[in-house]
């Protein structure tokens, strides 16, 4: 059941990425849904589900929209598996823990995909990824994971109910 909760996620993100957060830009940026999405079921769910759950989103996101494949996966499988140490030791009613590591994890991901893409011979502005691009993205992926994670709190939270 959780599996198939987790790719129907994936596939609504990915059609809500295509559909709706792409026609809403501020300053030309949109926000990074695949992200956020990762950073919460990896809070969730813990560093195995979130990294396998990384590497799925991310090959779907490669296919779907960059010309090559792997660099999303394997960010996000870092996210998700660094993300994932959240589970044991920060409680789930707090936001501002999903709020931390998804500004957190923009700044890696924004990082990482520009040495990549440095790397692979591209002319990749430095300056103005940082500057622009990191700063209203981290903005929406916040709002995006407040969100989020009460959507998802509330279907992989299961309530205790003791009876003596």
Do not use: H, W
Request: net charge positive.
């Amino acid at each position: 059941m959780n599996i198939l909760i987790l790719l129907l996620s994936a596939v609504i993100n990915l059609i809500l990425q295509i559909t709706l957060f792409n026609n809403i830009t501020l300053f030309g940026v949109v926000p990074n849904s695949a992200l956020v999405l990762v950073v919460v079921i990896s809070i969730l769910k813990g560093r195995f589900v979130g990294s396998i759950f990384g590497v799925f989103i991310g090959l779907l996101t490669d296919i779907l929209f960059s010309t090559t494949i792997g660099i999303n996966a394997l960010i996000y499988f870092l996210i998700g598996y660094f993300c994932g140490f959240a589970k044991d030791n920060f409680t789930r009613d707090n936001i501002f823990t999903p709020i931390l590591f998804t500004g957190i994890a923009t700044i890696f991901y924004n990082s990482m995909y520009a040495v990549i893409i440095y790397f692979l011979t591209a002319n990749v502005n430095f300056s103005f990824a940082i500057r622009n691009i990191l700063s209203f993205e981290i903005v929406y992926n916040i709002f995006l994971v407040i969100i989020y994670y009460k959507i998802f709190n509330k279907i992989f939270t299961r309530p205790k109910i003791k009876f003596n």
